[in-house]
């Protein structure tokens, strides 16, 4: 399976826009790329995917690189509710099926 | 709907007795997944279902695990005999076959002392 690389966390003001970065170099043709966060003390939640194109839904925003190396996820108005770490995952659905590699992922912190 | 639902949320156990976890996945979703999550691993996938058959279970870490999926309303993780190094966050989640999101449940966390 690709690899993918956060940053440990970082830090946002509140209802400030968030760009939460991803390496991917590896990505392969296939592979898409999911968002899941995890708040504290719960099972992590699906925040958004995609292949190539940007994508948007009421969560967030996705950024492609146009090479696909990079992705970037982007919460428009950040809220001490989005507090949480979140995982950047590639899932090449196609050879890996449904099989789901969790990283380290970035500990986003939130500041009133 | 309820959401993925597990029991217990909590479980203490001495070290050698049998613990088992128990998921009932979203109505619908055929698929299932069980991971465990701990500050040293983070977050592992131990095995996987489709229709209630087990498709990858490579993650499960050795012969103590088990895991059944009778039916597609039901399954259990089954760890024989525990020991301290299994304390851990146990998630069950499920998917329907044609999405890509993953319902995560609200975690077991089992503690082996």
């Known amino acids: 399976d690709a690899k993918t690389t956060q940053p440990n966390s970082m830090e946002s003001n509140e209802e400030e826009p968030v760009h939460l970065p991803c390496n991917h170099s590896t ?4 592979d898409y790329i999911h968002w899941y966060r995890q708040l504290p003390s719960q099972g992590p939640e699906y925040v958004i995917h995609g292949l190539t194109s940007n994508v948007n839904n009421r969560m967030a925003s996705l950024a492609i690189a146009e090479d696909r190396k990079s992705s970037t996820l982007i919460l428009h108005r950040a809220t001490l509710r989005d507090a949480a770490v979140y995982y950047c995952i590639l899932r ?8 789901t590699i969790f990283g380290a992922g970035t500990r986003l912190f939130v500041k009133a | 709907d309820a959401g993925v639902i597990q029991s217990p949320r909590h479980e203490v156990t001495e070290m050698g007795q049998e613990v088992t976890l128990r ?32 498709i990858d279970d490579s993650g499960m870490p050795e012969d103590r695990f088990s895991a059944k999926m009778p039916n597609a309303s039901f399954s ?9 190094r299994d304390s851990a966050v146990y998630f069950c ?21």
């Open chain 2, 23 to 54: 998921c009932k996945p979203i109505s619908g979703h055929d698929y299932l997944f069980w991971y465990r999550q701990t500050m040293m691993r983070g977050l592992e996938l131990l095995i996987y279902f489709n229709n209630n058959v087990p």
């Open chain 2, 76 to 84: 259990t993780l089954k760890i024989q005999p525990s020991e301290p």
């Open chain 2, 93 to 113: 989640a499920s998917s329907p076959g044609t999405s890509h999101e993953q319902y995560f449940g609200p975690g077991t966390r089992l503690t082996v002392t």
């Open chain 1, 27 to 30: 990505i392969s043709g296939t």
């Open chain 1, 92 to 99: 090449d659905v196609y050879t890996g099926g449904f099989k």
